[in-house]
């Protein structure tokens, strides 16, 4: 039988996810008045909000930065109908390596901010 293998970022957003539902059924099952309980609510979602929108757009920021280095240092070598020489790969590995390290960066903190 095949396995699925998911991705960092589905991962992520699978923990994110638990993470709001079991926060909003704790604060409805928490003994405290509804009213308080549903300002609870409303205010936590908002935090949680503001927090992954912040992360999303960073997270996107950093993978469009890759794509534009690997896509420009790409452009280039083919523009000027070069062979890709060994300087040339090392150019290339190394914007990837960059991009690599940048969206492990990111990861990293998403998962810390989201515990």
Do not use: C, W
């Amino acid at each position: 039988m095949a396995q699925k293998e998911s991705s960092p970022m589905a991962d992520a957003l699978k923990l994110v996810g638990g993470g709001i539902v079991g926060a909003g059924l704790a604060l409805l099952l928490a003994p405290q008045p509804g009213k308080k309980t549903r300002k609870d609510i409303v205010r936590y979602a908002k935090t949680v909000g503001g927090k992954t929108n912040e992360a999303v757009y960073e997270f996107a920021e950093s993978i469009e930065d890759f794509v534009d280095t690997v896509g420009t240092k790409a452009a280039g070598i083919l523009h000027n109908g070069q062979e890709l020489t060994q300087e040339a790969k090392k150019e290339l590995l190394s914007a990837i390596e960059k991009g690599q390290e940048k969206l492990e960066k990111q990861k990293s903190r998403l998962v810390h901010m989201i515990g």
